[in-house]
Each structure stands twice: as C-alpha cells, then as structure tokens.
C-alpha cells in the first residue's frame, strides 16, 4: 500500500513567483490535512479538507494561501507570490475518518 | 497551539526506559495522538489514546488522562534508533478532532 505521496520534496521559488504543492493520500483515504514547520518548530495546522470541501482552514494565512481538493486527482496547497518567510517544511496528512493522520514525507519550500 | 508543555530535552541510555510527560490544556474530550519524528523526515504514528488509561504497543506504551490534561509516553528497552523528537498531539479547541503539535521532545539515545 502506497503511503501518502508528496511532490515535489523539494522546491526552490524566487520571491513573488507561486509554489503549488501536490498532496496524494492514503487510499481509501478521504481527509486531507496541510502543516507547516519552520527549523526547531513544531507542526503548525493549515488546513483540513474532505473531497471538494474545506472543513477548517483556520490555520490559513488570509493571503497567498489557498487549498483544494478536487473530486480527482491530489490536494493542492497554492502559495502565490511567496515570501523568504514562506520557506519551510510543508507536511500533508490524510486519515480515515477520526482516525490517527498517516504523513507524507513533506515539501522543503526554499523562498530565494 | 493547546499550551502544550513537554520537557525540551532528554537524554537516555541504550536498554534503559524513559517516560516523556506531556501536560494541555484540555477543551473536551477527544483522544491525544503520539509521534516520532526524526530530524529531516516525517512524523510517524506512535499511539493513539482514545480513552483514559493505558494502551500497550510492543516496546512503547502511552497513558491518558483527559480531565487532568495529562499524558506520557513511556520507552522500554531503547535503542539507538530511538533518537527522535517525539511530539504529543491533543486535540485541537472547539472540540475539533484535529491533532495540534507542540515542539516536542527531543530523545537522544547514547550507548
């Protein structure tokens, strides 16, 4: 069984260009979970989605930030015009419903 | 986050046990999600306690208690590949399922 697949690992953007982020969950999985961790932080939550709904994005920034997740195809996390701020490890979660959040290995973001 | 409060820091000895303690504020009554996580990758499923009390799995064992806004996570027998932050996730507030992570506590394992 395919564990929940990342890409790219890395992403290298210029300051103002846009990042896009590609989260496939588990399968059978149908609740997708965006973080954040900066170095020597915790995981910060962003945003929680069921196919083609948001259920909780109270952990989004109000601006650049936004997600999908499309009746097909992976999640998206969309960053537009990025920031050095922005640089950090982007971690995708899915689970089954309350059930434990299995993690991909992440998206490094480097903002130059 | 939930005011999550876990030591920084703890050091250890190959075969020995250690118990990492973890205190939050409590807003329900949702379970508490452990994970390890080795410097660089991603977070692993350690435990999941949906009820107070103690749930055994092999070398790792995980306690709640839910009113006292308590739990630990208890390492038997460690080993080197034990050396691992190892992040206590309560629930969010509002009664959300949603696990929130602290900083977490940095494990290293010496022979």
């Known amino acids: 069984n395919a564990g929940v697949m990342q890409n790219p690992r890395h992403l290298v953007r210029r300051r103002g260009q846009e990042a896009r982020l590609r989260c496939s969950p588990m399968?059978?999985?149908?609740?997708v979970y965006w973080y954040r961790q900066l170095p020597e932080e915790g995981l910060k939550f962003m945003v929680y989605?069921?196919?083609?709904?948001?259920?909780?994005e109270s952990g989004m920034p109000k601006e650049r930030f936004s997600a999908e997740f499309p009746k097909e195809g992976p999640s998206i996390l969309r960053i537009q015009q990025v920031v050095r701020g922005d640089s950090a490890a982007y971690f995708c979660?899915?689970?089954?419903?309350?059930?434990?959040?299995?993690f991909g290995n992440g998206t490094r973001l480097t903002v130059t | 986050g939930q005011n999550i409060d876990q030591p920084t820091e703890m050091t250890a000895t190959e075969g020995a046990i250690v118990q990492i303690n973890c205190t939050y504020q409590?807003?329900?009554?949702?379970?508490l999600f452990w994970y390890q996580q080795h410097a660089g990758e991603a977070p692993t499923f350690l435990s999941y306690?949906?009820?107070?009390g103690l749930e055994e799995k092999g070398r790792f064992s995980s306690f709640l208690s839910r009113s006292k806004g308590y739990s630990y996570l208890l390492l038997k027998e460690l080993q080197m590949k034990d050396s691992a932050s190892y992040l206590c996730?309560?629930?969010?507030?509002?009664?959300?399922?949603?696990?929130?992570f602290g900083r977490g506590t940095s494990l290293i394992v010496h022979p």
């Open positions: 399968k059978g999985h149908s609740h």
């Open positions: 306690n949906v009820l107070d």
């Open positions: 409590t807003s329900g009554f949702n379970g």
């Open positions: 996730a309560p629930p969010g507030s509002g009664g959300s399922y949603i696990p929130t």
């Open positions: 989605l069921q196919k083609e709904n948001i259920i909780d």
């Open positions: 979660a899915s689970s089954l419903d309350r059930e434990p959040l299995h």
